[in-house]
């Protein structure tokens, strides 16, 4: 049993308070997580958090402590009532978006983390929903390999990427041997940073830094029951 712990929606407008805390626990147990850069936030729920001037310096606090940083779309705004190859969500700031457009996001964005020295080894899209030609504009304007989403039972590889499954908004058991918990530190409650600490401290063995690595692990029939069974029951 692996378990990872992802952080969504990192930019200048953010809970700073609730950031803080995070990693404060995080750090306690020597947990690495994956988190991942919005590089142009526009969405207009961040307008009511004040705008870190010092973000980017936080940024490199991160990469210090070896938290692995992600580029999580570019402008988190949805443009699209698609779902995509892994349709969790009916939005999408990528799925069903040309792949000219999805090209140009990717190329600002990168470009944006790079401005930063950043180089983005991993991509998850906003809503969890991207498709084909997001792949294909990751493909031709970056050197991102690893998509942290869909669901499966294990990493595996398909479409020239690798896929970290993601499968849950907080921690719990569930039936998979690697596991991707998602969190949004924005949004957390008090109740959400006592059920995270709790379920560390009962499981901290199965947690493990996030890794940057490819497989060339294919999907199973396993990966497929879990998929279809994942679905079913989200309804």
């Not at 958090?49 to 070896?66: H, L, R």
């Not at 999805?102 to 990168?110: A, N, P, Y």
């Not at 906003?126 to 499966?152: C, G, Q, V, W, Y």
Request: aromatic share 14%.
């Amino acid at each position: 049993m692996t378990y990872y712990i992802r952080l969504d929606d990192a930019c200048e407008k953010r809970d700073i308070q609730n950031w803080n805390r995070m990693e404060k626990l995080l750090d306690k147990y020597d947990i690495i997580p994956l988190v991942g850069i919005i590089p142009c936030c526009e969405d207009s729920l961040m307008d009511k958090y004040e705008e870190d001037k010092n973000f980017w310096n936080q940024v490199n606090i991160w990469i210090k402590k070896g938290w692995v940083i992600a580029l999580h779309g570019y402008s988190h705004v949805f443009i699209s009532e698609e779902g995509g190859l892994n349709p969790v969500n009916k939005k999408s700031e990528f799925a069903g978006v040309p792949l000219e457009r999805q090209k140009e996001k990717i190329r600002s964005g990168s470009a944006i983390l790079r401005s930063h020295d950043i180089e983005p080894k991993v991509f998850f899209a906003p809503a969890h929903t991207f498709d084909r030609n997001t792949l294909k504009a990751l493909m031709e304007e970056s050197d991102i390999r690893i998509i942290s989403d869909t669901i499966a039972n294990k990493p595996y590889a398909r479409w020239g990427f690798t896929f970290i499954p993601q499968q849950s908004g907080y921690v719990r058991k569930l039936p998979f041997n690697t596991v991707t918990f998602c969190y949004h530190p924005n949004t957390m409650k008090d109740k959400d940073y006592s059920l995270l600490e709790n379920f560390i401290e009962a499981n901290r063995y199965a947690f493990r830094p996030f890794e940057v690595k490819e497989t060339d692990r294919r999907l199973g029939l396993l990966d497929r029951i879990l998929k279809f069974a994942y679905f079913i029951r989200r309804g």
